[in-house]
T-cell receptor, first 113, second 115 residues
Framework: AQKVTQAQTEISVVEKEDVTLDCVYETRDTTYYLFWYKQPPSGELVFLIRRNSFDEQNEISGRYSWNFQKSTSSFNFTITASQVVDSAVYFCALQGGSEKLVFGKGTKLTVNP | GAGVSQTPSNKVTEKGKYVELRCDPISGHTALYWYRQSLGQGPEFLIYFQGTGAADDSGLPNDRFFAVRPEGSVSTLKIQRTERGDSAVYLC?????????????FGEGSRLTVL
């Protein structure tokens, strides 16, 4: 069975703070993909990143960075110098063995001015 | 439009009624997905189409739910004898080939409320 756990239900920070969103996954597949999506109030899920299980390099894209560690089955997401526009629900998702994505329950991030 | 389009954006119906939700994917995308998102939860997979055929319908909760994609483009999710527990946002996504080979592009969803 595949499972994604996002233990943080809600996080509130003040603008310019750094914030890390945790994601822990479970899978028996040796080949799999991990994703992060952002869901703003409009409801549309916005793709942020996809990482395959063989690539453990950390990735940075502007203020966003991702830390993938197979040893701890984690794929954490850090926003540096957060901004009000970062306020959204963020979902981590796992895909392995099929086209189906398994999503976590999401972390609601509120960035206050 | 350029993105995935879903209609209606909101649907309120009474228990026992029949409902159709429509998804218009990005032009040229062969893969199409339906997900359901309940309040406070992450999206849950319902069904995946590659072209006209349903390649994986393992997420459909029961036989009241059915989806079609007759011409390999627009898809319709059909729910018979709706129940209050069907209330959720139904999300559609498309991809050029499939999630293994590319990102999924999601629509804004159809919010279904069953009274």
């Amino acid at each position: 069975a595949q499972k994604v756990t996002q233990a943080q239900t809600e996080i509130s920070v003040v603008e310019k703070e750094d914030v890390t969103l945790d994601c822990v996954y479970e899978t028996r597949d040796t080949t799999y993909y991990l994703f992060w999506y952002k869901q703003p109030p409009s409801g549309e899920l916005v793709f942020l990143i996809r990482r395959n299980s063989f690539d453990e390099q950390n990735e940075i894209s502007g203020r966003y960075s991702w830390n993938f560690q197979k040893s701890t089955s984690s794929f954490n997401f850090t926003i540096t110098a957060s901004q009000v526009v970062d306020s959204a629900v963020y979902f981590c998702a796992l895909q392995g063995g099929s086209e189906k994505l398994v999503f976590g329950k999401g972390t609601k991030l509120t960035v206050n001015p | 439009g350029a993105g995935v389009s879903q209609t209606p954006s909101n649907k309120v119906t009474e228990k026992g009624k029949y409902v159709e939700l429509r998804c218009d994917p990005i032009s040229g995308h062969t893969a199409l997905y339906w997900y359901r998102q309940s309040l406070g939860q992450g999206p849950e997979f319902l069904i995946y189409f590659q072209g006209t055929g349903a390649a994986d319908d393992s997420g459909l909760p029961n036989d009241r739910f059915f989806a079609v994609r007759p011409e390999g483009s627009v898809s319709t999710l059909k729910i018979q004898r709706t129940e209050r527990g069907d209330s959720a946002v139904y999300l559609c996504a498309s991809s050029a080939r499939g999630a293994y080979t590319g990102e999924l592009f999601f629509g804004e969803g159809s919010r279904l409320t069953v009274l």
